[in-house]
């Protein structure tokens, strides 16, 4: 994603102030930000000054969370026509102006980043409670993933429409996919063109994963 610079008015507002002409109870003032690339894991850094992080957004099941110097929260759902980003970039930045949020380097952020794992990762993403529906979904989600040669290599499954990280097993490709992309429409298998970059090709994918001669 290309960094956007964003200046919005962040409206901070004085607690128990009633409003008058001498004393109003909000000041607007612009807080320049920018939203930057997001890690493996889907969340974007919001980035103010030089290189400074004032905290990361990603969506979860619809709704956008923030992680900040005094932990992580749930802003909820973006309103019609809003980019779910941006909301967050606001509410960081009005959290910031207001002195109840600290900054870190963006160096720091990404020497955090996770990385890929070599070894097996867990049934269930962290956040997805291990009851018998999550667990009958993954279960099917790996088996689908080895028929179509994918690998999760940061996290167990997130369900069907949040990022899970895989790695393609005909190409050194690594990013965030959906699950409900790939298992394709009505049982049906999902596009030849697997992911950006184009894979080993369509006639290439089609040899090589035995799904697709059926």
Request: glycine share 10%.
């Amino acid at each position: 994603m290309t960094t956007q610079l964003l200046e919005r008015p962040v409206v901070l507002t004085a607690p128990g102030a009633e409003p008058d002409d001498q004393h109003p109870a909000a000041l607007k003032t612009v807080m320049p930000y920018r939203i930057g690339t997001p890690d493996m894991a889907s969340r974007y850094p919001v980035i103010i000054g030089q290189d400074l992080v004032i905290g990361r957004a990603h969506r979860w099941h619809r709704d956008w969370w923030v992680e900040t110097s005094v932990g992580e929260s749930n802003i909820g759902r973006p309103e019609d026509g809003v980019p779910g980003v941006e909301k967050a970039a606001a509410h960081l930045a009005q959290e910031y102006a207001a002195g109840l949020i600290t900054a870190v380097p963006l160096e720091q952020i990404r020497a955090e980043e996770p990385r890929p794992l070599t070894g097996p990762v867990p049934l269930l993403h962290l956040r997805m409670p291990a009851n018998d529906r999550n667990v009958k979904s993954a279960l099917t989600a790996f088996a689908g993933l080895a028929n179509l040669r994918w690998r999760a290599v940061l996290t167990g499954f997130p369900g069907s429409d949040n990022h899970w990280v895989l790695a393609c097993e005909l190409c050194p490709w690594v990013g965030p996919k959906f699950w409900s992309h790939l298992r394709g429409r009505n049982g049906g298998l999902p596009s030849l063109h697997r992911h950006e970059g184009g894979c080993v090709g369509p006639d290439r994918v089609r040899e090589l994963i035995p799904a697709y001669q059926k």
